[in-house]
Structure formats: structure tokens, C-alpha cells
């Protein structure tokens, strides 16, 4: 098994089968996850049952209650954009899952049918992004807590009203609000991460929106620069797992009139602190 670092974010594997891990390939990649926040492989073959046994060996699956699942295997979510859509889904900065009170260690994403041109996805380290501040930042950010929310993207009212719960559903059941440190220290890695994204944090606790836009603003224009990116372009058979508590990740939406259809598969994590 190779593993070559990428600038910015992630790390491509290679020389392995995702559906045949032997013992030392499984703990050499969970080392790989929690040192690169992102790990990409090409010319997998995986089935349902495959993707299923993979995200398993990392924890017990979260199913996502506002994705449509497989019609086959409730585990797996459909992200999909059908050839006569226009928005897509993930279509702008964000860590899957954070308005939950224990936020998913990471999802598995399998291509399955690629558009012709585009779809690419853009990773974004926390480490690194955290890492680029200063101390004097670094210090006030230790102090403070965020509050996430999916009302205003998966409620009745959010961003994805209109969708006629084609692809996202169940809004009744964005509800929830959670509140984390601003930086946490990464349950595998130990390593300090920037913990706020632009889609799903609402504001600094005890601040209002108004005064936690410009440090918030800041935050997400420093975490998105070219040093701590990466853009992921898709081949068939390309799989890339992620953490969330480490990155961020932007599915560009830049294919209208093609069809693009990916798996996900969620994996429940643990309170952040
Ligand atoms: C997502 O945000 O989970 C989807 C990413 C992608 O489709 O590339």
C-alpha cells in the first residue's frame, strides 16, 4: 500500500482493494485518516455490500435523516442531480453533520455515475487552516463555543425548500441546535482543528449573529485558501472517505445538464471537546 500526501489536504491510497483489507492495510489507513483528514482511492469496485462493510470497520453507520437512501440499502445515501436540475447537493462549504450533538466521524463517498465534464469536489484542512492563525487568534478561538443548526438548511424553510423531497426530505426533523468549541482537539489525532463551517454555524455562543459574522467571515476566507485546499477529481471507481471533524468539503456544481449520482455513507462519532 502507497500513500502520497497531497498539498493543501489528503492523501491518495494506492496498491490496495477496499473489499479485501487485511489487518495491517486497516490500521495503517486509520493512522493515514486521522494524520490526513482525507484519503482518496481510484479503481475500486465496490458494491453496496462492499461500501457497507468498509464504513463499518470505522464505526457504526449514521443514517442520515434527510437524505433519500438507496432504495435497496437505507444505510446509503443518494447524492444525486438529476440531468434537469439546477441545485445540487453539498453545493457549498461545509462538514457533513455538525448541528448534531455527537458529530459524524466521517463519511465514505463511492461515484457512481460521473458527469461528462465537472463535478469535482474541493476538501479544506482544519488542522492546517488552524494551524495558519495566529496566537493571539488561536487564544480568543480557544475561549469560544459555536452554535450549528440544520433548520435553516433542511427545515421546511431551508435551503433546500423546493427540492419536493426528491432528494432531501424529513424537515420536520430539523430541529436541533448544538453547541461545540470553536477549536476542538481531534478525538483520533489529538491535533487542535478550526470546528465552525460556513453552512451549518449560525453564530459564536453568547454573540449575536450580527457580531459573529465578521470573525466567522474571516475564518471561512482563511480556511478556504489555495494552501489549505484541494480539488478531487472523480474517475469511475473513485471512493473518498473523509472526516469531518478535520475538514471541510465543496461538491462543485458546475455540470447542468448531466447526471451526477454518488453513495454516502455516514459514520456516527462522538462529542467534540
Ligand atoms: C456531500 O456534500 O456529501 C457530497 C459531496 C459530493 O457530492 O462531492
Known amino acids: 500500500m ?14 490496495v482493494d477496499l473489499r479485501h483489507l487485511e489487518d495491517m492495510q486497516e490500521t495503517l489507513l486509520k493512522q493515514a485518516f486521522a494524520d490526513h483528514g482525507v484519503l482518496f482511492f481510484r479503481d475500486q469496485s465496490l458494491t453496496p455490500e462492499d461500501h457497507i462493510a468498509f464504513a463499518c470497520r470505522f464505526g457504526p453507520i449514521n443514517i442520515n435523516r434527510f437524505f433519500k437512501a438507496t432504495e435497496t440499502h437505507p444505510e446509503i445515501a443518494e447524492v444525486r442531480k438529476e440531468k434537469e436540475q439546477t441545485t445540487n447537493i453539498g453545493g457549498a ?40 492563525l495566529s496566537d493571539g487568534l488561536k487564544e480568543t478561538l480557544s475561549r469560544l463555543r459555536a ?13 433546500y425548500r423546493g427540492d419536493g423531497e426528491q432528494r432531501i426530505g424529513n424537515a420536520e426533523a430539523a430541529t436541533q441546535d448544538a453547541i461545540h468549541p470553536v ?65 471541510w468539503h465543496y461538491a462543485l456544481n458546475d455540470y447542468h445538464g448531466d447526471f451526477r449520482l454518488m453513495h454516502r455513507i455516514t459514520i456516527e462519532g462522538c462529542p467534540l471537546v
Open 147 to 159: 452554535v450549528h443548526s440544520s433548520r435553516h438548511v433542511f427545515g421546511a424553510q431551508g435551503a
Open 183 to 247: 477549536v476542538i482537539t481531534h478525538p483520533l489525532s489529538g491535533r487542535k482543528a478550526l470546528y465552525v463551517n460556513p453552512a451549518f454555524t449560525l453564530h459564536f455562543e453568547g454573540w449575536t449573529q450580527e457580531e459573529s459574522w465578521p470573525l466567522l467571515s474571516y475564518l471561512y476566507n482563511h480556511a478556504t485558501s489555495d494552501a489549505f485546499t484541494t480539488r478531487f477529481v472523480w474517475q469511475p471507481g473513485s471512493v473518498a472517505f473523509w472526516d469531518n471533524r478535520a475538514t
Open 2 to 15: 502507497q500513500l502520497e500526501a497531497l498539498s493543501g489536504v489528503g492523501a491518495v491510497v494506492s496498491g
Open 93 to 132: 462549504w461545509h462538514t457533513d453533520h455538525s448541528y448534531d450533538q455527537e458529530p459524524a466521524l466521517g463519511s465514505v463517498l463511492v461515484a457512481r455515475n460521473l458527469p461528462q465534464t465537472g463535478g469535482d469536489t474541493l476538501f479544506a484542512s482544519m488542522y492546517a487552516a488552524y494551524d495558519g
